[in-house]
Every structure is written in structure tokens, then in C-alpha cells.
């Protein structure tokens, strides 16, 4: 009897290319000359004779993983052959883990706060890049570029926890997020990649594997069109796996789903095992950075501002490194509503990420002091932040320059109201009869006379005693 009940049932197994210098088993560089066939070795391409050494920063990286998704960690590290023929591994056989992987029983937890299970945590050798000139269905012969080949990989499995594809991408923007902070993984050289095992109730829970599906917003493209194919085809769905091919946005059949025992693993005799003390664990853990999910229950409680803000925050590294550094100087609250706010939307607006800022944070804890000091206007503000984006430069500097300092003298901006009322009868009228609306298209008109520097509360409410 089957032990599912959810109408969608799916399980991730993730490979994270980690950010070493130097592969897994060889002294060749990870990166540098992208020349095919430049960065390999007799290792690497496995002749005979060469001989693998373990890469400690490798070790070190996939504990640091282990440990963030509270695995229990295995007292040796041992590595097998799983044994295929297939031009993307020169020897023939990947160096990787099966009987004992590095970390097994861990967890995490999603957006919703949903917990996932994880199954293990293994390492691995990357395969070679093949590379199809003419698409992977179209091309009469293939190339294969060695330099990725024995670059460092840990796997992630998942338990098959996650019931729709929208879960899976959460649960990818999730891990992504942990990698970030742990430094094992960089966004611009490392390719993080995963197969889904996917099946539905009305198919009786038949497994269809997706490979190489890369990016957590192309694996919820990818499993919708499956749940979809799969609902269409039901009586006919084998157990199988099949590739996805995004140009098109639509899944392939490969072959007919292997199993593990064909892939004839056998414990690798040219690697010792390796020990994974208690020391060597504590002396990983204790380097460990605060994680996202922990930082954001911290902001919510001692900076007091909502979980929402705290979550979207701690989920970008650099934000969250930014946001502590002005909320020392200002009112965390309102770093936290421009910083989540008002700074994404212009990194957006000029298709930039936080790597890319250039923005002292002195700057913008200037910007964001005149702000709770009510001498600029929020419309004054952003458009300083606008131009800061840019380039740095002094926000006080600015104000003087510009003479754009918040006009809060009560007569001076009565004046400009009486103006506003005059110059647009009907729209007081509408006011008077109901038009609530009415009431902002008024204020619009005394911050255009005021050049967006008077104060917008003051605005509103002596303009209502006006026109009362």
C-alpha cells in the first residue's frame, strides 16, 4: 500500500557546484582560462596510474552544509566508483559517495515554515560539459569540455516532502540563501543544478525523474509542465526519466529510470577513508555564520520590526549586512521600510543587485537621519537614494546645494494651500460633495508648487481645515 496521500508528491536531489579554487581530487583550477580541455590534468581525466587527493576546503565546505541543515555527520568520509559509460566521465566511473554519505537526517525549513526532510548529504566529482552545437535533439555529434570535469560537488536529498511545485522553488530559494551565507557557493562561477523525482495520485504515485534542471525559477516552470503532462497522460506514464529542455518549456524522455545497483558502486581503493572528528566538526561549526532564518527571528525581536520585513531582509546577505550597520545610527524600523523597500525598488528599477551597490553605508545612514529628523521630504529622499545609487556623495551636502530642505513653516504653506484651493474650485467642490479623492489631487497640487519639499502631514491637514 502506498504511503502518500497528497495529490503531488515530489523529492529534489540538488548538486551544488562548492567555490573552491582547485577541484575535488586535483590541483587544477575550478576557474580562470574557459579555453575547452585548458584546465585538466591526468587526474581529471583519469589515466592510468594518476592517483586522487582529497581537497580539504571540499571537505570543510560540505561540513559546513551538513551542519547548517542539522545532519548527522558520518565519523569517516569514504568515497565509491559509481561505474557508467558515457563520454561525460573519461575513466568511466564518478568518484562519489553511496553505502555512508557525509551527512544524513537533516532538515529545512520553507518560506511557510513547512519542514522538509533531508535524506543525505553526499560529495562528488562533476562530469564533463557536453556540448550539443545544434540542441540536445538536433545535433548529429556532440563535444565534450573536460575543465568542469572533477570540479567539487556536494549533493542535497530531499525526502519527498514537497507537494507542489511552487514548494520546490521555495525550497531551492531557501538553500540557495544558506549557501550565500556559508561563502561555499558563488552565484557568478557556480552552477547549482537539480533532478526531481515527480508522480501523482492518479498514476498511483508512478516516479518520473526531471534531470539537469537549473535555477530555482526554471524548477517550478519545469514541474508544472510535468504535473500537467503526466494529469494528460496518465494511463500511459512509466516509470522513466526525462530531461528538460527550457527553450521550449517542455520535458523529454530519455531512457527508463535506472537503479542505483546498476551503477555497480564499489568503495574507491586509490582514496583512504577520512576521518571527521568531533574537533575537526566543533572547529567548522564554531566559524559557522548566523543563518537567514536565524537572523530574521533576531531583527523581529530586537529591532522590533515585522517578521515580513525581517524575513525579506536576512534572505539577501548583503542587505541584511547593510541593514545592521544603519539601524546602529537610525531608527531600525524605518532602515528597515527603506532598505526593503525603497532601495530594492530602485536596484531593480536599474537592473542592479546588491553586489553591484556602491553606496557608503555612511551615506545612506545620512540620507535616512534627515528623514527622521523631518528635514527632507520622503519624496526628496528617494530622489537623493536615486541618484546615490549611481555614484556616493554627501545626502547633507545635497540638501544644501539644492535647497531642497522640508518647508515646515504653517504660514508659508498655507499659502500654497489657499493657492491650490483657488486655482481648483470643482475639485474643492467634489471634496465638499464627497469626492474623497479629491482631497490627494489638492495636496499633489501644493507639493508640485512646493517642489515636493513641504510636509506632506502638515499639507493634509490644513488643507481639510481649509476647505471644512
Known amino acids: ?269 586509490d582514496l583512504v577513508k577520512t576521518e571527521i572528528s568531533t574537533k575537526w566538526i566543533k572547529e567548522v561549526s564554531d566559524k559557522m555564520p548566523e543563518l537567514a532564518q536565524e537572523k530574521a527571528i533576531r531583527y523581529a525581536r530586537d529591532f522590533k520590526i515585522t517578521e515580513d520585513d525581517a524575513r525579506v531582509i536576512a534572505a539577501e546577505r548583503l542587505l541584511a549586512e547593510l541593514f545592521e550597520k544603519v539601524a546602529e545610527e537610525v531608527d531600525p524600523v524605518l532602515a528597515a521600510k527603506w532598505l526593503r523597500r525603497e532601495l530594492v525598488r530602485v536596484l531593480n528599477y536599474n537592473n542592479k543587485e546588491m553586489k553591484d551597490l556602491v553606496i557608503d553605508e555612511k551615506h545612506l545612514i545620512e540620507l535616512l537621519k534627515m528623514v527622521e529628523k523631518k528635514e527632507i521630504t520622503d519624496a526628496v529622499a528617494k530622489k537623493i537614494l536615486e541618484e546615490l545609487i549611481q555614484k556616493p556623495f554627501s545626502p547633507k551636502d545635497y540638501v544644501a546645494k539644492q535647497g531642497v530642505k522640508m518647508i515646515v513653516d504653517t504660514k508659508q504653506i498655507q499659502r500654497f494651500c489657499e493657492e491650490a484651493i483657488s486655482e481648483n474650485p470643482k475639485a474643492v467642490e467634489d471634496y465638499q460633495t464627497g469626492e474623497k479623492k479629491s482631497l490627494q489631487f489638492l495636496i499633489g497640487q501644493v507639493m508640485r508648487k512646493t517642489k515636493g519639499q513641504a510636509d506632506p502631514a502638515m499639507v493634509n491637514k490644513l488643507m481639510k481645515e481649509l476647505i471644512d
Open 1 to 269: 500500500m502506498n504511503k502518500f496521500t497528497t495529490d503531488v508528491v515530489i523529492g529534489l536531489e540538488i548538486h551544488v557546484e562548492m567555490a573552491t579554487d582547485t577541484k575535488l581530487f586535483c590541483g587544477c583550477a575550478t576557474s580562470g582560462d574557459d579555453k575547452p580541455n585548458s584546465r585538466t590534468c591526468e587526474v581529471c581525466l583519469g589515466m592510468p596510474g594518476s592517483k586522487p587527493v582529497l581537497n580539504k576546503k571540499a571537505v570543510e565546505y560540505a561540513l559546513r552544509l551538513c551542519i547548517a541543515l542539522g545532519c548527522k555527520i558520518s565519523p569517516e568520509l569514504i568515497f565509491s566508483r559509481k561505474s557508467y559509460f558515457y563520454p561525460d566521465m573519461a575513466k568511466n566511473y564518478q568518484i562519489s559517495q553511496y553505502e555512508i554519505p557525509l551527512g544524513i537526517n537533516g532538515k529545512l525549513r520553507l518560506g511557510s515554515g513547512k519542514t522538509v526532510g533531508i535524506t543525505r548529504v553526499h560529495m562528488e566529482e562533476d562530469p564533463a560539459a557536453l556540448i550539443h552545437p545544434a540542441g540536445i535533439m538536433e545535433s548529429k555529434y556532440v563535444l565534450v569540455d573536460y575543465n568542469r570535469s572533477g570540479d567539487p560537488l556536494v549533493e542535497v536529498v530531499t525526502e519527498p516532502d514537497l507537494e507542489s511545485p511552487e514548494e520546490a522553488r521555495d525550497f531551492m530559494k531557501q538553500l540557495i540563501t544558506i549557501l550565500n551565507y556559508l561563502g561555499i557557493f558563488d552565484v557568478n562561477r557556480c552552477v547549482i543544478k537539480a533532478d526531481a523525482n515527480i508522480s501523482i495520485k492518479e498514476s498511483k504515485y508512478t516516479r518520473v525523474e526531471i534531470k539537469n534542471i537549473t535555477g530555482f525559477k526554471e524548477i517550478e516552470r519545469a514541474l508544472k509542465y510535468e504535473v500537467e503532462r503526466q494529469k494528460q497522460e496518465v494511463k500511459s506514464i512509466v516509470q522513466e526519466t526525462r530531461a528538460w529542455d527550457s527553450d521550449v518549456g517542455i520535458t523529454r524522455s530519455m531512457r527508463k529510470k535506472e537503479v542505483e545497483e546498476e551503477y555497480g558502486y564499489i568503495i574507491d581503493p
